[in-house]
């Protein structure tokens, strides 16, 4: 059975300094693989996907992602966050396109 | 256009009553999910309806259940409410059953008294 793991529970990091959220899956087949980013009494947001390709994959507000298969793994990046960056972070997996798994959530504290 | 929309926003109850939650897809989306997420944790598979057929279910009580409308909206009805039922109820649609990504609303506040 598929499963995710989000190594970290709370990354705290000063404004525009890098960060890097961890996480981990498992699966026997092949997957796409997500980053979903939650604020405050809202939904999920889309920040990125792998369905296949690259292996390097650019989201939205500067986010990147890199697939390591062999390693298991999809390390969520950022080169510089912004205090607007605050908020719960959520990697999942989905194997043929079929039902989400996810993380139990990584949460970004930005201070300034 | 309008992303995917779930009613009420919040919504208390007590125990042993009945709630029915309501969402409708993206303009052309033929698939919805829901997902339970309980405070502190991920999201949660429950269904996914697709062209109005249960194509998955998680594992949850039969006390969960729902359906898809031909318009494809979707309800989720929970029976004989418990106090570790209070979450927040996430809706998803795409186009197709195995379609990603899938997109979510912005839920619905569950509380159980």
């Known amino acids: 059975a598929q499963s995710v793991t989000q190594l970290d529970s709370q990354v705290p990091v000063f404004e525009e300094a890098p960060v890097e959220l961890r996480c981990n899956y498992s699966?026997?087949?092949?997957?796409?693989l997500f980053w979903y980013v939650q604020y405050p009494n809202q939904g999920l947001q889309l920040l990125l996907k792998?369905?296949?390709?690259?292996?390097l994959v650019k989201g939205i507000n500067g986010f990147e992602a890199e697939f390591n298969k062999s390693q298991t793994s999809f390390h969520l990046r950022k080169p510089s966050v912004h205090i607007s960056d605050t908020a719960e972070y959520f990697c999942?997996?989905?194997?043929?396109?079929?039902?989400?798994?996810f993380g139990a959530g990584t949460i970004l504290r930005v201070k300034s | 256009d309008a992303g995917v929309t779930q009613s009420p926003t919040h919504l208390i109850k007590t125990r042993g009553q009945q709630v029915t939650l309501r969402c409708s897809p993206i303009?052309?989306?033929?698939?919805v999910s829901w997902y339970q997420q309980v405070l502190g944790q991920g999201p949660q598979f429950i269904f996914q309806?697709?062209?109005?057929?249960?194509?998955g279910r998680g594992n949850f009580p039969d006390r969960f259940s729902a359906r898809q409308f031909p318009n494809y909206s979707s309800e989720l009805n929970v029976n004989a409410l418990l106090l570790g039922d209070s979450a927040l109820y996430l809706c998803?649609?795409?186009?197709?059953?195995?379609?990603?990504?899938?997109?979510f609303g912005d839920g619905t506040r569950l509380s159980i008294l």
């Open positions: 309806y697709y062209e109005k057929e249960e194509r």
């Open positions: 999942a997996v989905s194997e043929y396109g079929n039902k989400l798994v």
């Open positions: 792998y369905l296949s390709g690259s292996t």
């Open positions: 699966s026997s087949v092949s997957v796409y």
């Open positions: 303009s052309g989306h033929k698939s």
């Open positions: 998803a649609s795409s186009f197709y059953a195995r379609d990603q990504p899938q997109h």
